[in-house]
């Protein structure tokens, strides 16, 4: 299995809701990772997960949430978005980058927020 | 701060002519990887370089990575409508974290 799963493919919600995306992984990868993609943009990382532990916080405003509950799962808790939140959120996973196998990214999900 | 330049934004081809796309670090590389992004779709990672002045081949497509370690091409022979997409490099800030070229998207003109 060398796939990233992530759910829902797509969300679109208002600026009060309370959401949350998922990610799995069964590849044995010690870290995690979320990134925001804007069209035309490159992925911008957000947060990393390194054994389950958060280890980089990009500045990320608080009313994104993330949460590993185990070495396998990854979760966004999204709460009081803004318009310009809307993009493509990918998770990806790896090995230590010298590992020579890169990240495996997930289809993402594309979020509106209305 | 550690910046990756890539270059051009976009190249327009007619099909069966070639791609070339560059990248450039402010600062050496341990190593440099290479992503398609189909559009639509989420990035794909196509190779990692680690040696001064390696190149490697994946059929149609010639990876190469500077002397210095500071910059890396990658060439596609003949393109083909299913090159079409955005070639990112990217290479590690740190074991976790890559710092990421702007891509080049390849279109095909009809």
């Known amino acids: 299995d060398t796939e990233v799963t992530q759910t829902p493919k797509h969300l679109v919600m208002g600026m009060t809701n309370k959401k949350s995306l998922k990610c799995e992984q069964h590849m044995g990868h010690r870290a995690m990772y979320w990134y925001k993609q804007k069209a035309k943009k490159p992925p911008e990382l957000m947060f990393v997960y390194s054994y389950e532990k958060l280890s980089i916080n990009e500045s990320v405003p608080s009313r994104f949430s993330p949460e590993c509950p185990n070495s396998s799962l990854l979760n966004l808790h999204l709460h009081a978005l803004q318009p310009e939140d809307s993009a493509l959120y990918l998770c990806?996973?790896?090995?230590?980058?010298?590992?020579?196998?890169?990240?495996?990214f997930g289809s993402g999900t594309r979020l509106t927020v209305v | 701060g550690q910046q990756v330049m890539q270059i051009p934004q976009y190249q327009h081809v007619q099909e069966g002519e070639d791609f070339t796309t560059y990248c450039n670090s402010s600062t050496t590389l341990s190593n440099i990887q290479w992503y398609k992004q189909r559009p639509g779709g989420h990035p794909v990672f196509l190779i990692q370089l680690v040696k001064s002045g390696e190149v490697k081949k994946q059929k149609r497509l010639t990876f190469q990575f500077g002397e210095a370690k500071k910059n890396s091409s990658l060439h596609i022979t003949a393109t083909q409508t299913t090159d079409v997409g955005t070639y990112f490099c990217a290479g590690p800030k740190s074991n976790y974290q890559l710092i990421w070229g702007a891509g080049t998207k390849l279109i095909i003109k009809p």
């Open positions: 990806a996973s790896s090995q230590d980058l010298q590992s020579g196998r890169g990240y495996t």
